[in-house]
């Protein structure tokens, strides 16, 4: 297997432990003109035998009184390497003498040199002209000196002289007299020929293992003998290095196995790929699998191509405020990695912060069964369930995906934002794979990566920006479900960079994280690249639209505004729900034209969340600013004019059954209800069916026992205002 420069990657020994490449296409000049000035010069005019050379050979033999010469051509030395080496008899010799004029009318003869030059024997298990010149020379066999071409022409006639402990020199005598041969016959010069002696005899060297699981995965079942790839082998070897240089320390963590793909997202092919990195016991956590053709649940990554599909889809826009708020859908309760939640969060910084309950509530909007044949469109050929077999969970780690594919995928989002179109990358040279039009648009993709730039670098959070070393990055990582894979993928200018941690048998690791394990390595990398450019916005995919500074929805008159750039044929059309006019006194509490002169009355704009999400949005936004308190002759007529409740039941979640264990004494225990109000200074009444609880102040909780069954809980706060839910306590078995 070699690289893009036809350097070697990798190799197979053959079945019969012989080195045996790829037959040579063409017979390098120089090898060729060596060849035949010292085994056949007469070759291109016999048949298939030299009656000249029989005669010398005969008389050479009779002087000698011993077999010094078989008079053989090359034609009836490719015979006896057909006929796989018989023993050296008259009878043999008649044979391959029959042979050789067969293939002289049925070969032409620079068939015949090409065939007899990829089947002669060079030493020990080597065979063939093409791995005799990686073995001894690390190079092709077009890249062959005269002195090296001259001593692979000399040594099958002498092939064991290339071993150290033989007369090797012999074998250099025997390159020097052919040197001088081809001097005499003008191929080289006098100085080339000095040169060409001072060249050592070379040393049978290891054949380079820069990317061996590759090679099992493009040779499973078969395949070419030679595999011109994309890669390229230093990048490869530095790459490897790095790779190294983490998995012995992520090994002491428990952390056993690494694979890596490095895509040059402008030419669209892979330029380095380790498919495994082992620093552990090889058997334990299967050195020998391609990990990176392998599939892994993909725990975040899939969340940008579902952002870039909903913008598409005009669902939302970079800006738009979407909810994180505990939540529960028919039992299952995500929660995001910090156990924490914000309320409302905008888009764009809930992708950069890997948020997950924002993350399952946009999938539920966009459609889990739309984004599968999204995924698979895009180019994820893993996804062996029914959309309804990995339900909500497909954008959290519910399915499955390879390090190769889910890299191309993220190459080709960059490279759409750049070029307007971009094919899969090409892993062998020369060869695109086949694919479906990329289904995000340009612009989509461009707004995508612009939020993933936003990814904090791990262990130094935003400060990265400072360094003078820092460039553009635009990634993401992804953790699985019970810590058994860890994942980041991103992209700079040029490059897009996968990286995938864990361990091969799937044992989790306590250490393992996409931002700790897997993003280290893959900034290392970038690092390793260098510097490249960001690409410019495609203004031409994009459009721009008036969007409200506070929850990212269109402006509707009512909010501060600013410009925001959307995917081009994208039709987001929601004006702001959270922008509210509201009416004040002049001592700023909230009246109305029923208790209230129109005169007397100023009006403000207003934000406003639903209670749920302003109780955990204002812990973080100290400036939110919730609604005046009704004036108290008011708030009797304003129950009429607003329906929507003030407050909201955070726990349990809406739809959750709970069950409520028994106490030590026997007893049924009790469930802890908590509320929150829009004021923050509000009064609650409690009432569960028909039966009243109590009263609570600023903070709302209460601890509920009730039987099994259906309930209703009711609340009133201090205004009027009230809120009813419904809740299921589940039985003891």
């Known amino acids: 297997m070699l690289d893009r420069q036809g350097r070697p990657l990798a190799a197979r020994i053959a079945a019969d432990q012989q080195w045996r490449f790829a037959p040579v296409a063409r017979v390098p000049d120089k090898y060729r003109r060596a060849l035949l000035t010292f085994e056949d010069r007469r070759f291109f005019y016999h048949p298939g035998v030299d009656p000249v050379a029989v005669l010398r050979a005969a008389r050479d033999n009779l002087a000698a009184g011993r077999v010094v010469s078989g008079g053989s051509t090359l034609t009836m030395q490719l015979a006896r390497l057909l006929r796989a080496d018989p023993p050296r008899t008259f009878p043999e010799k008649a044979r391959e003498a029959v042979l050789a004029l067969q293939l002289e009318w049925h070969l032409d003869k620079d068939e015949i040199l090409r065939q007899y030059a990829s089947r002669a024997p060079f030493g020990g298990n080597t065979v063939g002209l093409r791995a005799a010149a990686w073995r001894y020379f690390q190079r092709p066999p077009e890249q062959l000196s005269w002195a090296e071409a001259a001593l692979l022409a000399v040594l099958p006639n002498s092939p064991a002289l290339i071993h150290p402990g033989r007369d090797r020199e012999r074998l250099r005598a025997k390159r020097d007299r052919l040197l001088e041969t081809l001097r005499e016959q003008g191929a080289l010069d006098r100085d080339d020929l000095a040169l060409a002696r001072l060249e050592p005899l070379p040393r049978v060297q290891a054949l380079p293992s820069l990317a061996p699981r590759l090679l099992d995965t493009l040779t499973a079942g078969g395949g070419a003998p030679l595999l011109r790839t994309t890669l390229d082998a230093d990048l490869q070897r530095r790459v490897r290095d790095l790779a190294d240089h983490h998995g012995q320390r992520l090994g002491r963590q428990g952390v056993h196995n690494l694979a890596v793909v490095v895509i040059d997202h402008r030419a669209m092919a892979v330029r380095a790929y380790l498919g495994n990195v082992n620093h552990g016991d090889p058997l334990t956590y299967g050195a020998a699998v391609d990990i990176a053709a392998r599939p892994r649940s993909t725990g975040s990554v899939l969340k940008p191509l579902l952002y870039g599909s909903m913008l598409d889809a005009g669902q939302l826009l970079p800006g738009t405020l979407v909810s994180d708020l505990p939540t529960n859908y028919g039992g299952y309760s995500p929660e995001n990695f910090d156990r924490e939640y914000r309320g409302a969060v905008p888009a764009h910084e809930a992708l950069a912060r890997s948020l997950n309950v924002p993350a399952v509530r946009m999938l539920r909007r966009y459609g889990v069964g739309r984004f599968h044949d999204q995924l698979r469109a895009l180019g994820m050929t893993t ?151 960001w690409p410019a916005p495609p203004l031409n995919d994009l459009k721009t639209v008036r969007a409200c500074v506070d929850d990212g929805y269109l402006a509707g008159g009512r909010c501060r505004a600013e410009d925001t750039l959307a995917p081009l044929h994208s039709h987001f059309q929601t004006v702001t729900p959270h922008h509210r006019r509201v009416h004040l006194d002049a001592n700023g509490q909230r009246v109305h034209s029923g208790c209230e002169s129109v005169a007397n009355m100023r009006s403000r704009d207003w934000f406003v969340l639903p209670p749920a999400q302003a109780w955990f949005y204002r812990q973080r936004h100290p400036d939110y600013r919730p609604l005046p308190a009704w004036r108290a002759d008011c708030a009797a007529g304003a129950r009429a004019l607003d329906t929507t409740p003030p407050m909201a039941v955070i726990y349990p979640h809406a739809g959750a059954g709970l069950f409520i264990p028994r106490e030590l004494g026997g007893e049924r225990g009790r469930a802890v209800f908590r509320v929150v109000h829009e004021r923050p200074g509000a009064s609650l009444f409690w009432h569960l069916d028909d039966q009243y609880l109590g009263r609570t102040d600023h903070f709302h909780e209460w601890a509920l026992r009730a039987s099994p069954g259906w309930h209703t809980l009711t609340l009133v706060d201090d205004q009027g205002f009230r809120l009813q839910r419904r809740f299921k306590v589940l039985g003891d078995h």
């Open 383 to 533: 996804l062996f369930r029914p959309a309804d077999g990995y339900g909500l969970t497909l954008v959290l780690g519910g399915a499955e995906g390879t390090l190769m594919e889910l890299t191309g995928i993220y190459a080709r989002l960059i490279a759409t934002a750049r070029d307007g179109a971009a094919p899969p990358a090409a892993l062998l040279s020369g060869v695109h794979p086949v694919a479906a039009p990329f289904p995000i648009s340009p612009g989509a993709a461009w707004l995508t990566l612009d939020a993933l730039r936003e990814v904090a670098r791990p262990g130094t959070a935003r400060q990265w920006r400072l360094y003078r070393s820092s460039q553009p990055i635009a990634w993401k990582t992804g953790t699985s479900y019970g810590l058994r894979d860890a994942w980041a993928i991103g992209s700079n200018g040029r490059y897009t960079v996968g990286v995938w941690a864990g361990n091969g048998n799937g044992e989790p690791a306590p250490h393992l994280g996409g931002a700790d394990t897997a993003a280290p390595l893959m900034l290392d990398v970038f690092s390793l690249l260098g510097t490249e450019p």
